[in-house]
């Protein structure tokens, strides 16, 4: 199979994801190093200089080192086109660990390369978002605000394929940027009709 063409820069937080994404994509990748882009101010230089030219699309693990490290970049990249990929959820572990991750998903990594070319191709794909889903519109639908809004939107989460530790903000932004307010209606519609 082709490669699949990004012009974005893939940032992924170690070189054995950097290693699975060279082998799906011609695109530039850059691993953070876990961590160690908090105090490498010399890569997050380097990071920057080439995002400023082509954008990135964040594509970290779903669990909870892979969203701090996320959200520092979203910090530290102000005024980048930033897109977000998002691996779901998936028990496992990665071929070469021994045992499982601290919280038992599996990463970049260990995601099976479709997946990988369908999330990475939706992020390259996402035009700048239209913003038809607010806060305000989670509320009415009872996603946020509610005695019970942490499942309904935990459902919702689930139906997008998404890390159930994602932010309010970023469900937004992803949403806005990849589904279609019917992809939404829908899922909002199937989640009702659980017992």
Not at 71 to 95: D, M, Q
Request: aromatic share 6%; net charge positive; glycine share 8%.
């Amino acid at each position: 199979m082709d490669k699949l063409h990004i012009r974005e820069v893939l940032v992924v937080e170690g070189k054995h994801d950097a290693i699975k994404l060279k082998a799906l994509t011609d695109a530039t990748v850059f691993a953070t190093d876990g961590f160690r882009i908090f105090r490498d101010t010399e890569r997050l230089a380097l990071l920057r200089q080439m995002a400023e030219k082509r954008g990135v699309i964040l594509l970290t693990d779903s669990d909870g080192a892979g969203f701090v490290i996320r959200n520092y970049l979203i910090g530290a990249l102000p005024g980048i086109s930033v897109r977000h990929a998002f691996i779901p959820e998936v028990p496992g572990k990665e071929k070469r660990k021994e045992r499982p991750g601290k919280e038992g998903l599996l990463g970049v990594e260990g995601m099976d390369a479709d997946t990988l070319r369908r999330l990475l191709s939706d992020a390259a794909a996402a035009t700048p978002p239209e913003t038809w889903l607010t806060r305000a519109r989670l509320y009415d639908d009872g996603l946020i605000g509610g005695a019970d809004s942490a499942r309904k939107r935990a459902h919702i989460l689930r139906a997008a394929g998404l890390p159930q530790k994602l932010s309010t903000a970023r469900m937004l932004e992803w949403m806005n940027a990849v589904w279609t307010e019917a992809d939404y209606t829908k899922a909002l519609e199937a989640m009702r009709c659980e017992p």
